[in-house]
């Protein structure tokens, strides 16, 4: 069983920073993408960064600039910095991983991140 487990939410003031993590555990294959997403109240989720194996990163428009994913390879870890934070920041931000060329994909339970004006 594959388990995704993230910390690092909290309340913050506009322009201020957050650095979320997300550890795996169980059965990780060699090849895969973790990523962060994001639901905000009567939004639909959406991929907010991810990040393969070997380096690639990709970013939503509305956060490019801003924040930053990461991981360690080693310790089956992803991070996401978040910096210049905005209210629209604001939502539920889960972890997800996705085995290249497998069926399924893994979700964290969720991280509240809210942003103050």
């Known amino acids: 069983q594959l388990q995704l487990v993230e910390s690092g939410g909290g309340l913050v003031q506009a322009g201020g920073s957050l650095r979320l993590s997300c550890a795996a555990s169980?059965?990780?294959?060699?090849?895969?993408?973790m990523g962060w997403y994001r639901q905000a109240p009567g939004k639909q989720r959406e991929l907010v960064a991810n990040i393969i194996s070997g380096g690639p990163t990709n970013y939503a428009d509305s956060v490019k600039g801003r924040f930053t994913i990461s991981r360690d390879n080693a310790k089956n870890t992803v991070f996401l910095q978040m910096n210049s934070l905005r209210p629209e920041d604001t939502g539920v931000y889960y972890c997800n991983l996705q085995v290249v060329g497998m069926t399924g994909t893994s979700w964290g339970q969720g991280t509240q991140v809210t942003v103050s004006s």
């Open positions: 169980g059965s990780i294959f060699r090849f895969n993408v």
